[in-house]
């Protein structure tokens, strides 16, 4: 069942109007045999007991604005998968999707493209992440987006300004771009000029910048913008077997990082344009404590306190495979680690950061889902979203 976003704030108005209605007509009679001195009290009790309520009513809107976590609920049977968003106010059902899914986010929303398609097209799904409403749900003809042996992946660029949606897609002989306005449903192949090397590669990670989108094809990274048609940045990390010697990392306003497998280190390679190359290594290299960094899963990139940060989970031999028991922050302006906690057992490899980097979510086996405050570095209970697995894709 789906439930609006503004269902608490209308239960809230509903029942501060009924008692007021009460409260009224009940100082009303009792005025009618008591002297003037009683009667001046009802604004005074009328006062107190409207500032009790709009307390209580904002506690109730403050708790209506909690931060929501958005994933894909699977379940064990052939039930249909379910779009859900998780507060401490309980599980919230979006839309039904169905087979194997594409998506991405921005600041403003959230899109899902189910790749299997129908007689009808590939459906777009569009989804306010503040609101939890949909914005846009249609059929697009014309678009096959890439398949994935995994079940579901975080493939698209979104940009909600212009209403588009970027899509890696497999014509049966090349992997390529194609945008989609969500608005029109218009489609076009976007003309990005890959190197002879990179079309060997499909489409290994796909995300939206300021200043264009970002398209990882094996050890090549492309940034192209769509809206002048022209590239921003072409690099090629490939080794001498061919393949990534490490992972880009991609930060508006910092520039660009990258990673270099056999030393352990990361390079600051461009500035905040993407356009100005820094010698690479020529005293950008990050300190010793990065060690750790390729070893367990891949880092993140955030803002956390207006700075750029790497952020990623680490495990000990005695913890149970495919889980991590410490998080580390590392500041990468400052080249060190700003925060290295430790979790305990049981949580999940992976993990969500809100919009403004100041808490970190972490998913425990047992079906609950805590939260970490950067600043304080306290871990605490956000809420339980069940037995049924899910594919975590972000938090407000």
């Not at 052939?78 to 919230?92: C, E, F, M, T």
């Not at 049966?172 to 090397?197: C, I, Q, S, Y």
Request: overall charge neutral; glycine content about 6%; hydrophobic content about 40%.
């Amino acid at each position: 069942m789906k439930i609006l976003a503004c269902d608490n704030c209308n239960d809230v108005v509903k029942k501060l109007t009924t008692f007021l209605q009460f409260f009224d007509n009940f100082c009303g009679l009792v005025c009618l045999n008591v002297n003037m001195t009683k009667f001046i009290r009802k604004p005074v009790w009328l006062t107190i007991c409207l500032t009790a309520l709009v307390q209580l009513a904002f506690g109730q809107l403050q708790n209506s604005n909690a931060p929501e976590i958005f994933g894909i609920e699977t379940s064990s049977t052939n039930a249909p998968l379910k779009l859900v968003s998780i507060s401490p106010d309980g599980i919230r059902e979006i839309s039904e999707v169905h087979g194997q899914l594409l998506y991405g986010t921005d600041d403003n929303v959230l899109a899902i493209v189910e790749t299997w398609g129908s007689t009808n097209g590939n459906r777009v799904l569009v989804v306010d992440r503040k609101t939890s409403s949909i914005i846009a749900d249609k059929y697009v003809k014309g678009v096959r987006p890439v398949q994935m042996k995994i079940g579901n992946a975080g493939l698209l660029a979104v940009r909600s300004k212009e209403f588009t949606v970027h899509i890696p897609v497999f014509d049966g002989h090349t992997f390529d771009v194609v945008e989609m306005n969500w608005k029109t449903g218009a489609t076009r192949r976007l003309p990005v000029p890959f190197a002879e090397g990179a079309k060997r590669w499909e489409i290994t990670a796909l995300y939206s910048l300021p200043v264009g989108i970002a398209i990882e094809r094996g050890p090549f990274l492309t940034i192209f913008d769509p809206t002048t048609n022209t590239n921003v940045l072409t690099l090629n990390n490939a080794g001498s077997d061919l393949r990534p010697t490490g992972n880009y990392y991609v930060f508006p306003d910092f520039g660009l990082v990258q990673s270099v497998r056999a030393k352990d280190i990361l390079y600051h390679i461009t500035e905040k344009d993407f356009t100005t190359m820094i010698p690479s290594p020529a005293s950008v290299n990050y300190p010793a404590s990065i060690t750790n960094l390729i070893r367990f899963t891949r880092p993140a990139t955030h803002t956390i306190s207006g700075e750029p940060c790497l952020i990623w989970g680490e495990t000990t031999k005695t913890n149970p495979q495919n889980s991590i028991s410490e998080i580390v922050v590392f500041d990468l302006k400052a080249k060190k680690e700003l925060l290295r906690q430790a979790l305990g057992t049981d949580f999940e490899l992976g993990c969500l950061a809100d919009s403004l980097g100041k808490n970190i979510y972490f998913f425990k086996r047992s079906g609950e889902i805590f939260s970490l405050n950067v600043e304080s570095q306290k871990l605490t209970f956000f809420a339980k979203f069940g037995t049924n697995g899910f594919d975590w894709i972000t938090v407000n």
